[in-house]
Every structure is written in C-alpha cells, then in structure tokens.
C-alpha cells in the first residue's frame, strides 16, 4: 500500500467539493476579490471563506488584504502532487490491463486450439 501522505490528503480534500473546483476554475481565469468569488456561488460570505481557507490550507490558492479587499490566485504548481499521482495510478492499472489482455488473450487462443484439436466446429 502507498505510503499517506497528508499533503496529498488536503489536495484531494480541498479539490473534493464542487464549490471549491468552482472556485479554482474562476481563479484560473486570473486573482478576484473575495466578493467576486463569492458572487456566483451564491452563498453567505462567511461560507466562502470557509471554502478559501480550506484551499489556502491545501496551498492551492494564496491570498492578499490591499485595504478592505482581499484578493485570492491560484497556485497551480501545488496541483503537481496530485497529477503524479493519478498519473502513476493510471501507469499501474494500465500494466494491469494489459496484463489481463494478454492473459485473456492467450486463453481464447489456447482455447481454439484445444477446439481445433479436438474437431470441435463451435
């Protein structure tokens, strides 16, 4: 089993809700204000600013008070973690399929020369 790794847990986690995947793609655009953020979601302030939180914690986003604005970006360097995750994910169950095909495969083909040895015509 792979060994956890916590910040991989609060990448997964912060990128887990909808309203946070939300939020990182209107940040993908470019930095926005706090209520330009919370805007579209429609919810109270106070709940997207859990959801901030939330993503600061995971470092996917960083944010900065100019006065009584505060401005989130994204930092899409701290997605690399994941992306090598999954990608190493999908490089094992990729050698897995391939295994079956193969396994699978020899088996039909040891299975029509059986057949054929044997005059089976099914």
């Known amino acids: 089993m792979a060994k956890h790794d916590p910040d991989l847990s609060l990448l997964f986690h912060a990128m887990a809700d909808g309203t ?12 926005a204000a706090v209520t ?18 939330v993503l600061e914690e995971a470092g996917l986003i ?19 973690p994941a ?3 999954i990608e190493e994910q ?9 295994r079956l095909d193969q396994f699978v495969m020899r088996m039909m083909e040891e299975n029509a ?8 015509k099914d």
């Open 90 to 98: 999908r490089a094992v169950w990729a050698a897995r399929l391939d």
């Open 62 to 80: 960083v944010s900065s008070k100019d006065g009584r604005i505060r401005t989130c970006a994204i930092r899409p360097e701290a997605m690399e």
């Open 20 to 31: 946070r995947r939300a939020i990182l793609a209107q940040l993908a655009e470019g930095p």
């Open 36 to 53: 330009d953020l919370a805007e579209p979601t429609g919810l109270k302030l106070p709940t997207v600013m859990r959801h901030l939180s």
């Open 83 to 85: 992306r090598a995750w």
């Open 113 to 120: 020369h059986d057949k054929a040895e044997s005059g089976d």
